[in-house]
Protein backbone atom coordinates (compact mmCIF):
# COMPACT_ATOMS: atom_id res chain seq x y z
CA UNK A 1 0.00 0.00 0.00
CA UNK A 2 2.78 2.27 0.91
CA UNK A 3 4.26 1.59 -2.26
CA UNK A 4 1.61 2.63 -4.38
CA UNK A 5 1.26 5.79 -2.81
CA UNK A 6 4.95 6.30 -3.27
CA UNK A 7 4.62 5.91 -6.61
CA UNK A 8 1.56 8.16 -6.90
CA UNK A 9 3.64 10.86 -5.53
CA UNK A 10 6.46 10.44 -7.36
CA UNK A 11 4.22 10.37 -10.55
CA UNK A 12 2.63 13.26 -9.18
CA UNK A 13 6.40 15.23 -8.63
CA UNK A 14 7.32 14.38 -12.04
CA UNK A 15 3.91 15.42 -13.87
CA UNK A 16 5.02 19.28 -13.59
CA UNK A 17 8.58 18.82 -14.15
CA UNK A 18 7.83 17.30 -17.61
CA UNK A 19 5.36 20.17 -18.19
CA UNK A 20 8.35 22.29 -17.62
CA UNK A 21 10.33 20.47 -20.01
CA UNK A 22 7.63 21.09 -22.77
CA UNK A 23 7.13 24.79 -21.93
CA UNK A 24 10.57 25.17 -22.10
CA UNK A 25 11.16 23.36 -25.47
CA UNK A 26 7.93 25.05 -26.85
CA UNK A 27 9.48 28.33 -25.86
CA UNK A 28 12.80 27.86 -26.99
CA UNK A 29 11.33 27.00 -30.58
CA UNK A 30 9.43 30.03 -30.95
CA UNK A 31 12.31 31.86 -30.11
CA UNK A 32 14.01 29.89 -33.21
CA UNK A 33 11.38 30.88 -35.52
CA UNK A 34 11.42 34.25 -34.71
CA UNK A 35 14.93 34.47 -35.51
CA UNK A 36 14.54 32.75 -38.98
CA UNK A 37 11.56 34.44 -39.77
CA UNK A 38 13.55 37.80 -39.38
CA UNK A 39 16.66 36.59 -41.39
CA UNK A 40 14.30 35.34 -44.08
CA UNK A 41 12.95 39.08 -43.94
CA UNK A 42 16.82 41.05 -44.08
CA UNK A 43 19.08 38.07 -45.98
CA UNK A 44 18.06 40.01 -49.48
CA UNK A 45 19.41 43.09 -48.08
CA UNK A 46 22.87 41.19 -46.69
CA UNK A 47 25.22 43.01 -48.53
CA UNK A 48 23.53 46.35 -48.02
CA UNK A 49 23.53 45.96 -44.14
CA UNK A 50 27.43 45.24 -44.69
CA UNK A 51 28.05 48.19 -46.74
CA UNK A 52 25.91 50.31 -43.48
CA UNK A 53 28.23 48.74 -41.02
CA UNK A 54 31.55 49.48 -42.63
CA UNK A 55 30.62 53.07 -43.24
CA UNK A 56 32.74 53.91 -39.90
CA UNK A 57 36.00 52.46 -40.98
CA UNK A 58 35.15 53.23 -45.29
CA UNK A 59 34.36 57.08 -44.37
CA UNK A 60 38.08 57.55 -42.70
CA UNK A 61 39.85 55.24 -44.84
CA UNK A 62 42.40 57.48 -47.22
CA UNK A 63 41.59 57.85 -51.30
CA UNK A 64 42.04 54.95 -52.80
CA UNK A 65 42.31 52.73 -50.22
CA UNK A 66 39.12 50.09 -49.91
CA UNK A 67 37.97 46.93 -48.05
CA UNK A 68 39.26 44.07 -49.25
CA UNK A 69 38.26 40.12 -49.02
CA UNK A 70 41.06 37.49 -48.58
CA UNK A 71 38.57 34.70 -48.47
CA UNK A 72 37.19 32.83 -51.96
CA UNK A 73 33.68 32.58 -50.03
CA UNK A 74 34.13 36.03 -47.86
CA UNK A 75 31.91 38.00 -50.02
CA UNK A 76 29.30 35.29 -49.71
CA UNK A 77 29.58 34.55 -46.30
CA UNK A 78 30.08 37.48 -43.83
CA UNK A 79 27.50 39.74 -44.94
CA UNK A 80 24.90 36.65 -44.58
CA UNK A 81 26.75 35.94 -40.87
CA UNK A 82 26.48 40.01 -40.30
CA UNK A 83 22.34 39.42 -41.09
CA UNK A 84 21.74 36.27 -38.99
CA UNK A 85 23.47 38.05 -35.97
CA UNK A 86 21.66 41.43 -36.55
CA UNK A 87 18.23 38.74 -36.46
CA UNK A 88 19.35 38.19 -33.38
CA UNK A 89 20.08 41.26 -31.83
CA UNK A 90 16.85 42.39 -33.29
CA UNK A 91 14.81 39.64 -31.73
CA UNK A 92 16.22 40.56 -28.04
CA UNK A 93 12.56 41.68 -26.77
CA UNK A 94 10.62 38.55 -28.10
CA UNK A 95 13.29 36.47 -26.42
CA UNK A 96 13.56 38.34 -23.05
CA UNK A 97 9.72 38.07 -23.52
CA UNK A 98 9.29 33.79 -24.34
CA UNK A 99 12.29 33.82 -21.22
CA UNK A 100 9.86 36.15 -18.76
CA UNK A 101 6.50 34.20 -20.00
CA UNK A 102 8.35 31.06 -18.59
CA UNK A 103 9.63 32.51 -15.10
CA UNK A 104 6.95 34.50 -14.39
CA UNK A 105 4.13 31.96 -13.14
CA UNK A 106 7.14 31.04 -10.39
CA UNK A 107 7.14 34.77 -8.90
CA UNK A 108 5.19 36.39 -6.62
CA UNK A 109 3.00 39.47 -7.67
CA UNK A 110 5.77 41.76 -6.36
CA UNK A 111 8.49 40.15 -7.82
CA UNK A 112 6.44 40.64 -11.29
CA UNK A 113 5.92 44.14 -10.87
CA UNK A 114 9.70 44.31 -10.19
CA UNK A 115 11.17 41.82 -12.66
CA UNK A 116 9.00 43.22 -15.75
CA UNK A 117 10.57 46.67 -16.02
CA UNK A 118 14.31 45.11 -15.38
CA UNK A 119 13.46 43.01 -18.58
CA UNK A 120 12.50 46.35 -20.91
CA UNK A 121 15.07 48.27 -19.98
CA UNK A 122 17.17 45.59 -19.88
CA UNK A 123 17.04 44.96 -23.95
CA UNK A 124 16.54 49.21 -24.14
CA UNK A 125 20.32 49.54 -22.33
CA UNK A 126 21.56 46.48 -24.79
CA UNK A 127 20.32 48.20 -27.47
CA UNK A 128 21.86 52.06 -26.48
CA UNK A 129 25.21 50.08 -25.88
CA UNK A 130 25.41 48.95 -29.85
CA UNK A 131 23.90 52.62 -30.96
CA UNK A 132 26.57 53.94 -28.49
CA UNK A 133 29.59 52.04 -29.75
CA UNK A 134 28.64 52.39 -33.31
CA UNK A 135 28.28 56.21 -33.66
CA UNK A 136 30.47 57.48 -30.94
CA UNK A 137 33.27 54.58 -30.41
CA UNK A 138 33.57 53.49 -34.21
CA UNK A 139 34.02 56.94 -35.98
CA UNK A 140 36.89 58.05 -32.83
CA UNK A 141 38.49 54.79 -32.88
CA UNK A 142 38.67 54.47 -36.97
CA UNK A 143 39.96 58.29 -37.29
CA UNK A 144 42.52 57.14 -34.31
CA UNK A 145 44.08 53.80 -36.04
CA UNK A 146 44.05 55.18 -39.68
CA UNK A 147 45.54 58.62 -38.79
CA UNK A 148 48.33 56.63 -36.83
CA UNK A 149 49.53 54.16 -39.84
CA UNK A 150 53.32 54.08 -40.77
CA UNK A 151 53.98 56.35 -43.84
CA UNK A 152 53.83 54.09 -46.97
CA UNK A 153 50.98 51.60 -45.34
CA UNK A 154 48.04 51.14 -48.15
CA UNK A 155 44.91 50.65 -45.10
CA UNK A 156 43.23 47.78 -46.35
CA UNK A 157 41.15 45.86 -43.81
CA UNK A 158 39.73 42.78 -44.74
CA UNK A 159 35.71 42.49 -44.45
CA UNK A 160 35.41 39.36 -42.12
CA UNK A 161 38.28 40.48 -39.36
CA UNK A 162 36.28 44.14 -39.68
CA UNK A 163 32.95 41.85 -39.21
CA UNK A 164 34.79 40.30 -35.92
CA UNK A 165 36.27 43.49 -34.45
CA UNK A 166 32.64 45.35 -34.98
CA UNK A 167 30.69 42.65 -33.07
CA UNK A 168 33.02 42.56 -30.48
CA UNK A 169 32.25 45.82 -29.64
CA UNK A 170 28.74 46.09 -30.03
CA UNK A 171 28.84 42.75 -27.86
CA UNK A 172 31.03 44.56 -24.93
CA UNK A 173 29.28 48.14 -24.92
CA UNK A 174 25.93 46.32 -24.84
CA UNK A 175 26.88 44.54 -22.00
CA UNK A 176 28.77 47.20 -20.39
CA UNK A 177 25.00 49.16 -20.51
CA UNK A 178 23.36 46.07 -18.34
CA UNK A 179 25.59 47.62 -15.29
CA UNK A 180 22.51 49.64 -13.88
CA UNK A 181 20.50 46.29 -14.50
CA UNK A 182 23.27 44.22 -12.58
CA UNK A 183 23.30 46.70 -9.53
CA UNK A 184 19.67 46.41 -9.29
CA UNK A 185 19.67 42.88 -9.24
CA UNK A 186 22.14 42.52 -6.78
CA UNK A 187 20.82 44.75 -4.39
CA UNK A 188 16.88 43.23 -5.05
CA UNK A 189 18.66 39.96 -4.17
CA UNK A 190 20.29 41.03 -1.01
CA UNK A 191 23.47 39.97 -2.04
CA UNK A 192 24.89 43.76 -1.69
CA UNK A 193 23.34 46.86 -0.51
CA UNK A 194 24.13 50.14 -1.76
CA UNK A 195 25.68 51.67 0.95
CA UNK A 196 28.54 48.42 0.03
CA UNK A 197 28.38 49.23 -3.15
CA UNK A 198 29.38 53.10 -2.56
CA UNK A 199 32.10 51.53 -0.27
CA UNK A 200 33.65 49.82 -2.99
CA UNK A 201 33.79 52.64 -5.29
CA UNK A 202 37.73 52.39 -5.49
CA UNK A 203 37.51 49.16 -7.17
CA UNK A 204 34.81 49.39 -9.34
CA UNK A 205 36.83 52.14 -11.19
CA UNK A 206 39.56 49.96 -11.28
CA UNK A 207 37.48 47.15 -12.54
CA UNK A 208 35.57 49.01 -14.99
CA UNK A 209 38.96 50.10 -17.01
CA UNK A 210 40.38 46.52 -16.27
CA UNK A 211 37.14 45.36 -18.14
CA UNK A 212 37.23 47.93 -20.98
CA UNK A 213 40.80 46.70 -21.42
CA UNK A 214 40.20 43.19 -21.34
CA UNK A 215 37.05 43.75 -24.31
CA UNK A 216 38.45 46.48 -26.31
CA UNK A 217 41.02 47.02 -29.19
CA UNK A 218 44.53 47.86 -27.34
CA UNK A 219 44.40 51.77 -27.65
CA UNK A 220 43.20 54.16 -24.78
CA UNK A 221 40.70 55.71 -26.83
CA UNK A 222 38.29 52.53 -27.06
CA UNK A 223 39.04 51.74 -23.05
CA UNK A 224 38.34 55.18 -21.90
CA UNK A 225 34.97 55.06 -23.82
CA UNK A 226 33.94 51.78 -22.84
CA UNK A 227 35.06 52.41 -18.83
CA UNK A 228 33.37 55.82 -18.72
CA UNK A 229 29.90 55.12 -19.55
CA UNK A 230 30.40 52.23 -17.27
CA UNK A 231 31.35 54.15 -14.22
CA UNK A 232 28.27 56.63 -15.25
CA UNK A 233 26.17 53.35 -15.59
CA UNK A 234 26.98 52.08 -12.16
CA UNK A 235 26.08 55.41 -10.66
CA UNK A 236 22.70 55.09 -12.46
CA UNK A 237 22.33 51.72 -11.14
CA UNK A 238 23.38 53.07 -7.72
CA UNK A 239 21.17 55.88 -7.43
CA UNK A 240 17.44 53.77 -8.57
CA UNK A 241 18.74 50.63 -6.21
CA UNK A 242 16.89 51.98 -3.19
CA UNK A 243 14.04 51.15 -4.86
CA UNK A 244 14.92 47.64 -4.94
CA UNK A 245 16.24 47.15 -1.75
CA UNK A 246 14.37 44.49 0.54
CA UNK A 247 12.57 46.05 3.65
CA UNK A 248 14.57 45.08 6.59
CA UNK A 249 10.72 44.13 8.14
CA UNK A 250 10.72 41.71 5.22
CA UNK A 251 14.23 40.27 6.06
CA UNK A 252 13.92 39.51 9.61
CA UNK A 253 10.20 37.95 8.63
CA UNK A 254 11.72 35.87 6.36
CA UNK A 255 14.30 34.51 9.04
CA UNK A 256 12.19 34.13 11.86
CA UNK A 257 10.44 31.65 9.06
CA UNK A 258 13.35 29.87 8.72
Request: include cysteine.
Amino acid sequence: MSSDQDNGTSSQHSLPLFSHLIELRDRILRIVAIVIIIFLSLVYFANDIYHYLSIPLTSQLPEGASMIATGVATPFFTPIKLTLVLSIFIAIPAILYQVWGFIAPGLYKHERKLVAPLVISSALLFYLGMAFSYYVVFPLAFSFFTNTAPEGVLIATDISSYLDFALKLFFAFGLAFEIPIATLVLCWTGATTPQKLKEKRPYIVVAAFVFAMLLTPPDVISQTLLAVPMLILFEIGLLFSRFYVQPAEDTDNSEQEN
